[in-house]
């Protein structure tokens, strides 16, 4: 701030002095003006010649003392010099009747501020040519006279500008110096929002965003804490049981009882690579994850007719009808297909896993107003009214004895509709069974997969 003042400050130095100056050359030529018509009023044209009428006391009046010295000079054109106390330069230019001239010269290395007037004596040839001169002492006297008057308290309203700016900047500052202090002087691991009280308005929008990023970065870090404690949580028991089956395997001496261990043993690898599968694909589908597959234009219609299809053989050898119930020649949604698919093979899967033989399941896709619909409708059992929103819980299963889920199928294909701006429900079907229904917008919402 002090670098704009300064600028200021010169500024306004070089416009005083030249108003200064200005005003001075007003009052000394307004002077000379005066006095060069008083002197020419003293020549006076009488019977055809010029009479000076200009006593001696008149002139001592006019040159007022040795620091203002008067000079002039009266003289006709032609003819020479009829009055005057010293011969002055010619002023520039031609003569002009009447016209005041004012121009800067040198007589015997002094300078001085000269007036010319020219007055016409009946021939246009005929001049009475009058100058007026005095130094320029008077007049640096007065620029100095008034640049002081107005410089001075000038120059102290700058300073106490400037001191009141500096100390209106140092206490506009002090929030954002401690607000620095506080950022600072945080552990890492202290994500707790910042305080908003005492700061002013200015820096209150500054705060709310950090704390925005702040509560975003602590979501994203309770929900690696989350993810990790229950990887471990559920990897134990799974890995516990495989290193124990390999236990009784290598303790086996028939043939016989060597493959049935064995058979135990890839069971439950075959349940580890799952969980594990599920995991990951947990962890991918959660907000702000970055995920490989970029968001695109995704054909619903197409990636579900194709999905249908390639589950049909699991469907058939769990006893199973699946069909696909679908009019829409095509579905185009922005999103991440991975995830996409991966929300599809869930509820499929888990309508295979958990209704009985001989049932059917039917996949449908439709419009409705600005969203695209999908059901998964079953005629399997259902579940109850209380069940309903557990079953978004990650690793809550509905048959606690069944040991072929994990539990994340539900909280994944949740975690992936609410990711692409989304939301599934679950839906008795008539006169039995369960339909999940996702629905999904056209256009994807901002800050989408």
Same mark, same amino acid.
């Given at each position: 701030?002090?670098?704009?003042?300064?600028?200021?400050?010169?500024?306004?130095?070089?416009?005083?002095?030249?108003?200064?100056?200005?005003?001075?050359?007003?009052?000394?030529?307004?002077?000379?003006?005066?006095?060069?018509?008083?002197?020419?009023?003293?020549?006076?044209?009488?019977?055809?010649?010029?009479?000076?009428?200009?006593?001696?006391?008149?002139?001592?009046?006019?040159?007022?003392?040795?620091?203002?010295?008067?000079?002039?000079?009266?003289?006709?054109?032609?003819?020479?010099?009829?009055?005057?106390?010293?011969?002055?330069?010619?002023?520039?230019?031609?003569?002009?009747?009447?016209?005041?001239?004012?121009?800067?010269?040198?007589?015997?290395?002094?300078?001085?501020?000269?007036?010319?007037?020219?007055?016409?004596?009946?021939?246009?040839?005929?001049?009475?040519?009058?100058?007026?001169?005095?130094?320029?002492?008077?007049?640096?006297?007065?620029?100095?006279?008034?640049?002081?008057?107005?410089?001075?308290?000038?120059?102290?309203?700058?300073?106490?500008?400037?001191?009141?700016?500096?100390?209106?900047?140092?206490?506009?500052?002090?929030?954002?110096?401690?607000?620095? /202090?506080?950022?600072?002087?945080? $552990?890492? @691991?202290?994500?707790? *929002? &910042?305080?908003? %009280?005492?700061?002013?308005? !200015? +820096?209150?929008?500054?705060?709310?965003?950090?704390?925005?990023?702040?509560?975003?970065?602590?979501?994203?870090?309770?929900?690696?804490? /989350?993810?990790?404690?229950?990887? $471990?949580? @559920?990897?134990?028991? *799974? &890995?516990?049981? %495989?290193?124990?089956?390999? !236990? +009784?395997?290598?303790?086996?001496?028939?043939?016989?009882?060597?493959?049935?261990?064995?058979?135990?043993?890839?069971?439950?690898?075959? /349940?580890?690579?799952?969980?594990?599968?599920?995991?990951?694909?947990?962890?991918?589908?959660?907000?702000?994850?970055?995920?490989?597959?970029?968001?695109?234009?995704?054909?619903?219609?197409?990636?579900?007719?194709?999905?249908?299809?390639?589950?049909?053989?699991?469907?058939?050898?769990?006893?199973?009808?699946?069909?696909?119930?679908?009019?829409?020649?095509?579905?185009?949604?922005?999103?991440?297909?991975?995830?996409?698919?991966?929300?599809?093979?869930?509820?499929?899967?888990?309508?295979?896993?958990?209704?009985?033989?001989?049932?059917?399941?039917?996949?449908?896709?439709?419009?409705?107003?600005?969203?695209?619909?999908?059901?998964?409708?079953?005629?399997?059992?259902?579940?109850?009214?209380?069940?309903?929103?557990?079953?978004?819980?990650?690793?809550?299963?509905?048959?606690?004895?069944?040991?072929?889920?994990?539990?994340?199928?539900?909280?994944?294909?949740?975690?992936?509709?609410?990711?692409?701006?989304?939301?599934?429900?679950?839906?008795?079907?008539?006169?039995?069974?369960?339909?999940?229904?996702?629905?999904?917008?056209?256009?994807?919402?901002?800050?989408?997969?």
């Amino acid at each position: 701030m002090l670098i704009p003042q300064i600028v200021l400050w010169l500024a306004g130095a070089v416009l005083y002095y030249n108003v200064a100056t200005h005003y001075a050359n007003a009052i000394t030529d307004n002077s000379l003006l005066q006095t060069g018509r008083a002197i020419a009023r003293q020549v006076k044209p009488v019977d055809g010649e010029l009479v000076v009428d200009f006593p001696r006391a008149a002139q001592l009046l006019l040159e007022e003392g040795p620091d203002d010295k008067l000079f002039y000079t009266v003289s006709t054109i032609p003819g020479g010099i009829i009055l005057g106390n010293r011969h002055l330069p010619a002023p520039p230019g031609k003569p002009v009747a009447d016209q005041a001239v004012f121009y800067n010269t040198a007589l015997d290395k002094e300078p001085l501020r000269v007036l010319s007037i020219f007055y016409p004596l009946g021939s246009s040839d005929h001049w009475l040519h009058v100058q007026v001169g005095k130094n320029l002492q008077k007049r640096s006297q007065i620029s100095r006279e008034i640049l002081l008057a107005t410089g001075i308290p000038m120059g102290l309203l700058i300073v106490v500008m400037s001191v009141l700016v500096w100390l209106g900047i140092r206490r506009g500052l002090r929030p954002l110096e401690k607000l620095q /202090r506080n950022v600072e002087h945080r $552990a890492p @691991q202290d994500l707790a *929002p &910042l305080e908003t %009280l005492e700061l002013p308005v !200015e +820096l209150q929008s500054l705060t709310h965003a950090l704390n925005q990023l702040l509560s975003t970065t602590n979501e994203s870090v309770s929900r690696q804490r /989350r993810f990790i404690a229950d990887a $471990a949580h @559920q990897l134990r028991t *799974p &890995l516990a049981g %495989l290193k124990s089956q390999t !236990e +009784l395997a290598m303790r086996e001496t028939t043939p016989e009882g060597l493959r049935a261990r064995l058979n135990l043993v890839h069971t439950s690898a075959t /349940r580890s690579i799952h969980l594990v599968n599920q995991l990951l694909t947990l962890a991918r589908s959660e907000p702000g994850a970055q995920t490989s597959a970029p968001g695109m234009r995704v054909d619903l219609a197409k990636l579900i007719r194709d999905l249908t299809a390639e589950s049909v053989p699991r469907a058939l050898a769990a006893g199973m009808d699946l069909g696909c119930d679908s009019t829409l020649p095509a579905a185009s949604i922005e999103g991440n297909p991975a995830l996409l698919r991966e929300l599809f093979v869930n509820l499929v899967e888990n309508a295979i896993k958990y209704i009985p033989r001989g049932s059917s399941i039917t996949v449908r896709l439709f419009e409705q107003g600005a969203d695209y619909v999908i059901e998964v409708e079953d005629d399997g059992n259902g579940i109850s009214d209380e069940q309903k929103p557990l079953v978004f819980e990650r690793f809550y299963r509905v048959n606690q004895n069944d040991g072929n889920g994990c539990g994340l199928g539900m909280a994944i294909v949740k975690e992936i509709a609410e990711r692409h701006g989304g939301r599934i429900e679950l839906i008795d079907a008539q006169p039995h069974g369960l339909i999940a229904r996702v629905t999904l917008p056209k256009q994807r919402p901002a800050g989408g997969a």
